[in-house]
């Protein structure tokens, strides 16, 4: 008798998983980009990140990240190519979860944090390059330094949030800079000079 209830059971998984999927919600975030809500954006700290990556002596991509940063949006969906960004980081905050390794980094051997104590990039171009992407190229002023950088930006969605209820729309970016471009050379090349930056950030609209 047992055998025969688990083969019912069995025999009914399939249709179970069809009625959930079918009566499932769609994904808050399931907005197309053209229906994106337009206007001034301000990022959620709290559902951002900034990491890096750099070859460390051949061995290992050793990563670390900055933990004090705002940015600043304008979206236009209907012209992307009008869009904005503006972002501010706090040298200081550079962090590896090693205090010995970050007081060195913050020191005039690398990031010289108390000189240059901020990171910006202005945009300066949008090129969409696909339906959820675009090349975001600005002006990147680092360690007293000011570089175009471009970075790749993909739309992952927008919506209201199910659990804070504001409006959401979300991006990530990668870019890969060369350090010693910025007078920061220190143990280069054995130190790698290419910094991959991997940028994930939820904005809500500006009050």
Do not use: C
């Not at 990022?43 to 290992?60: R, T």
């Not at 990240?65 to 904005?84: G, M, R, Y």
């Amino acid at each position: 008798m047992r055998a025969v209830v688990f083969a019912l059971a069995l025999a009914a998984m399939p249709a179970a998983a069809i009625a959930w999927q079918q009566a499932a919600p769609a994904s808050p975030a399931a907005t197309a980009p053209r229906d994106v809500q337009a206007g001034a954006y301000v990022l959620d700290k709290s559902h951002a990140k900034i990491v890096w990556g750099i070859n460390h002596l051949g061995f290992s991509t050793y990563y670390g990240e900055f933990t004090d940063f705002d940015a600043k949006l304008s979206l236009d969906p209907a012209n992307p190519a009008a869009s904005t960004l503006e972002v501010t980081v706090k040298t200081a905050s550079v962090a590896t979860h090693n205090d010995k390794l970050d007081a060195h980094l913050k020191s005039a051997d690398f990031f010289d944090a108390a000189k240059f104590p901020e990171t910006r990039f202005v945009s300066t171009a949008v090129r969409p390059t696909g339906e959820r992407s675009a090349d975001v190229t600005g002006n990147l002023t680092l360690h007293g330094v000011t570089r175009p950088v471009t970075l790749a930006v993909t739309y992952n969605g927008a919506g209201k949030s199910p659990v804070s209820g504001q409006y959401v729309a979300g991006f990530s970016a990668t870019a890969t800079i060369q350090r010693t471009e910025f007078g920061i050379d220190q143990y280069a090349p054995a130190l790698g000079d290419a910094v991959e930056l991997k940028i994930s950030g939820e904005f809500n609209p500006a009050a």
